[in-house]
């Protein structure tokens, strides 16, 4: 689905470019967590109407959402020795009819490593992301465990009944909630395992992946280090403006029903209180998916200001990252002495 390029975070950022040239296809609550009130209103049904759900959608917290929090086991579809490492593709199922395929690569012979969870834009798949041995490199280089698997209502995760005109942005209270149970969910079950420090975990969250990304990070204190690459937010001029969303879809996304029904799940909101986590905000000023009005409140709502990191165009991007840029910070960040003090704080 996109280019193979020689070094996996060079490739990341690639995604980008991918995101422009298309237009939108058609655990338990850590108590320390700060609670948001949700709007007053019902449990939402699913809008395919074939698939209720009393999944709670209005809120970020898995305590809130009505999925059973015990609900972490696996079935291991496949494990396999890569270059050093194992590499796992686990089985998970806390709805009816929406498994999730949660990919852990992680070195052979080492016990309780940091672990960074990848979530990448909706529409880029993780079976074809994760199954790449480089990531092995990454892995081990870098002394943390890589896992990842597909947000809600992405290309792998729409199934029947659902009608296949629904996609991320169409559903997106929906998308963004559920993506953000799932975040924390998968959380508790890594957690289940045993062979992962979940006292040091990252997240990258690229796009979609990024807006879902600061929701979780914001809902779950155990994430401790989060890089933010492109993230949606700001959806009054997101959805405005967004080369994402085709134009004869758009008056439906702006009616006062749809932006109600999302702004309790607001980026900028809590964005701001991720203070005291490792945190980095990369934004290609190029990107014609998120617009320029909502990529400047982003910035703006940041706790960190000198921690936003700004880029003319993808090329300048790749170049200033290089090949280890991303991982090697996350290695700094998840290994160092002081990062169980900096999240505590």
Same mark, same amino acid.
């Given at each position: 689905?996109?280019?193979? $390029? ?10 980008? *470019?991918?995101? =422009? ?36 959608? *209005? *809120? ?20 396999? +020795? ?15 009819? +929406?498994?999730?395929?949660? /990919? ?23 079976? =074809?992301?994760? &199954?790449? +041995?480089? #990531? ?35 559903? $997106? ?8 149970? +799932? ?11 045993? @062979? ?29 280090? $989060?890089?933010?690459?492109?993230? #949606?937010?700001? #959806?009054?001029? #997101? ?13 439906? /996304? ?5 932006? &109600? ?17 490792? $945190? ?32 003319? @165009?993808?090329? *300048? ?29």
């Amino acid at each position: 689905m996109f280019r193979t $390029l020689a070094a996996v975070f060079v490739w990341v950022t690639l995604a980008t *470019t991918i995101l =422009t040239a298309q237009t939108a296809a058609p655990a338990k609550q850590p108590a320390s967590a700060a609670a948001i009130e949700p709007p007053a209103q019902a449990p939402p049904q699913s809008l395919s109407k074939q698939t209720p759900t009393s999944e709670d959608w *209005t *809120t970020i917290y898995l305590a809130q959402s009505g999925l059973r929090l015990n609900a972490t086991g696996g079935l291991t579809l496949s494990k396999a +020795d890569v270059q050093g490492c194992t590499r796992e593709i686990e089985r998970l199922e806390w709805r009816l009819n +929406d498994p999730i395929d949660l /990919y852990i690569v992680r070195p052979r012979g080492k016990q309780k490593l940091p672990v960074v969870l990848f979530l990448y834009n909706y529409n880029v798949e993780a079976a =074809t992301a994760f &199954q790449q +041995d480089r #990531w092995c490199d990454v892995a081990t280089r870098h002394g943390f465990a890589v896992a990842g698997f597909d947000s809600a209502l992405s290309w792998e995760r729409i199934r029947s009944p659902r009608p296949m005109k629904q996609w991320f942005v169409s559903e $997106l209270e929906e998308a963004l909630a559920s993506s953000t149970h +799932d975040v924390q969910m998968v959380l508790n079950y890594m957690e289940t395992r045993g @062979d992962l420090d979940m006292g040091h975990v990252g997240m990258l969250g690229q796009g979609s992946g990024g807006a879902i990304a600061i929701l979780a990070a914001a809902a779950d204190p155990r994430i401790r280090a $989060l890089d933010l690459m492109d993230p #949606w937010g700001d #959806w009054p001029d #997101w959805l405005k403006a967004s080369k994402q969303i085709p134009e004869q879809e758009r008056p439906d /996304y702006l009616k006062p029903e749809f932006l &109600q029904r999302v702004s309790g799940l607001e980026p900028l909101v809590y964005l701001p209180q991720l203070k005291g986590r490792a $945190l980095l905000i990369q934004q290609v000023l190029s990107d014609t998916i998120t617009p320029q009005a909502a990529r400047d409140k982003i910035a703006s709502a940041a706790p960190n200001p000198d921690k936003i990191m700004r880029y003319p @165009d993808i090329v *300048t991007e790749g170049e200033a990252l290089g090949s280890n840029g991303i991982a090697q910070w996350f290695g700094e960040q998840l290994n160092s002495e002081n990062a169980s003090d900096r999240s505590a704080r």
